[in-house]
């Protein structure tokens, strides 16, 4: 009989609560704490109603001493694998769930045949953790002698390429770009550029937000949400946009997110949130590094004038109350000290910081060439170091046969990322969480990075910093 799996993983940290996975005539209901769960339903065409019925449904409901917090389902049809109504559609339609003092964060994968080594069955994941808005309130009260412990001390959860959470530019982008350039959005994927030059002009145009979306959408969370999640380290790319795009956008020229020649979330925009979380958060410090990397030569990069003038223009909603800090600031200073001298936004340039990524061990679709590459982490290598960054993602597009087939295969839930996220997460985050203090002893804070910032990123984050101000 036509059938459909659906791998589903599950984190909790909240004590009291549970998530239930459901198809027809089967139920697996998670409560464990500070584990994390991987489960395999079937949506099978024999436990359906009527003879020619052929579309079952997928549902998660999270509760707290019984009480709903939220529930999401989407329905799926047996024979083709397709998705029907639900409200797990597309990326945008999961963003985090925020319950008074608990957050939910979650998304599903469309999984196709299993081609390029991608999973051939449906990935769900849900993680369960605390509102993390104040960790660094709670974690290092004022006064407390925590607080007294130098911030290097802290161990900082982090969205990977924090701009590219949205298709909002992209898609003012695209309704005035001619299709005979559309294909340079893609020009830094050579696999993506090959598959785009053989279908139509009109195709491309019609595609092109489903390609972006699975090759270049890192986060689906709002930028306050990510704070709310708990992210205090981001990486920014600041710059101009393409100059080929410039005569045909509706959007002002100025700093963009830049995923490549891809734009996402505006400079000001990003500086503004920020400062304006901090304003509501006054014990919490962010830490913001500005980059260059793959941002090509035709996107003009920014003056240093220009940055600062961006600060300077985010910072007035703080009303003195915020002022700028360093690299340096955050190397030899303590928390207390820190938000006594009000420097609670840290931004620096491009260092040459420590770091897990190597492009062979992050090209996987598994996660295990990621822990392998974990175990040669060392407290030597930090040596010399500002800070050490260690990645969770994996970079699937990197996977012969990924790439061409993500773009091909495109919509608006088949992002190669998502497909990755919950299995690599699985075996990342655990070695991290029990392994990472015995390996990195340095007196530098640790970021842990991760694509669509979730909630069991930032639960091992903040237990490593309690570890460490302990």
């Known amino acids: 009989m036509p059938s459909k799996g659906v791998r589903a993983y599950a984190y909790i940290s909240v004590p009291g609560c549970q998530v239930e996975f459901s198809v027809p005539k089967s139920t697996i209901v998670r409560n464990g704490l500070n584990s994390w769960s991987n489960d395999y339903l079937v949506v099978d065409s024999k436990n359906l109603p009527g003879i020619f019925n052929l579309v079952g449904r997928f549902s998660f409901r999270v509760a707290r001493d019984g009480a709903e917090l939220t529930s999401q389902w989407v329905d799926i049809n047996t024979l083709t694998g397709n998705l029907g109504d639900g409200t797990m559609k597309s990326m945008e339609s999961t963003p985090s769930v925020i319950a008074n003092d608990v957050v939910i964060t979650y998304s599903f994968y469309d999984a196709g045949l299993g081609s390029a080594g991608l999973p051939s069955s449906d990935q769900c994941y849900v993680t369960v953790t605390p509102n993390?808005?104040?960790?660094?309130?709670?974690?290092?009260?004022?006064?407390?002698?925590?607080?007294?412990?130098?911030?290097?001390?802290?161990?900082?959860?982090?969205?990977?390429?924090?701009?590219?959470?949205?298709?909002?530019?992209?898609?003012?982008?695209?309704?005035?770009?001619?299709?005979?350039?559309?294909?340079m959005l893609f020009a830094d994927q050579k696999a993506a550029l090959e598959v785009v030059r053989v279908v139509s002009e009109d195709i491309l145009k019609n595609i092109a937000p489903n390609i972006i979306r699975a090759l270049a959408i890192t986060q689906k969370d709002s930028l306050e949400c990510m704070l709310t999640i708990g992210a205090r380290y981001f990486e920014f790319r600041p710059a101009h946009m393409h100059k080929r795009f410039l005569p045909f956008s509706p959007l002002p020229n100025k700093l963009y997110f830049q995923h490549?020649?891809?734009?996402?979330?505006?400079?000001?925009?990003?500086?503004?949130?920020?400062?304006?979380?901090?304003?509501?958060?006054?014990?919490?410090?962010?830490?913001?590094?500005?980059?260059a990397d793959g941002v090509p030569a035709e996107c003009a990069h920014p003056t240093d004038g220009e940055l600062r003038d961006e600060v300077n223009a985010a910072l007035t909603f703080a009303a003195g109350s915020i002022v700028c800090g360093t690299l340096d600031d955050i190397r030899t200073s303590t928390i207390s000290q820190l938000r006594s001298q009000r420097k609670r936004l840290i931004i620096f340039g491009a260092v040459d910081s420590y770091g897990s990524y190597t492009d062979?061990?992050?090209?996987?679709?598994?996660?295990?060439?990621?822990?392998a590459e974990f175990e040669n982490l060392s407290t030597d290598r930090q040596a010399g170091k500002p800070f050490t960054v260690i990645q969770c993602q994996a970079t699937p597009t990197n996977v012969k046969g990924v790439l061409p087939y993500s773009v091909l295969a495109?919509?608006?839930?088949?992002?190669?990322?998502?497909?990755?996220?919950?299995?690599?997460?699985?075996k990342?985050?655990?070695?991290?969480?029990?392994?990472?203090?015995?390996?990195?002893?340095?007196?530098?804070?640790?970021?842990?990075?991760?694509?669509?910032?979730d909630g069991a990123t930032a639960d091992v984050a903040v237990n490593l910093s309690q570890q460490r101000l302990s």
């Open 410 to 426: 495109a919509n608006a839930s088949t992002s190669p990322m998502l497909a990755t996220k919950p299995v690599c997460d699985s």
């Open 428 to 453: 990342t985050l655990p070695w991290i969480r029990h392994r990472v203090l015995e390996r990195l002893k340095s007196e530098q804070f640790i970021a842990v990075m991760n694509d669509f910032i």
């Open 360 to 371: 062979a061990a992050y090209a996987t679709l598994n996660g295990d060439s990621i822990v």
């Open 132 to 183: 993390y808005a104040n960790w660094m309130a709670t974690t290092a009260p004022e006064g407390s002698p925590q607080a007294g412990k130098l911030f290097s001390r802290l161990v900082l959860p982090s969205a990977h390429d924090v701009g590219m959470n949205s298709m909002q530019t992209s898609e003012a982008i695209l309704q005035n770009i001619p299709t005979a350039i559309v294909n």
């Open 260 to 291: 490549g020649p891809i734009p996402g979330m505006a400079y000001d925009e990003f500086l503004q949130g920020i400062v304006m979380f901090l304003v509501g958060h006054p014990s919490e410090i962010v830490v913001v590094q500005l980059r």
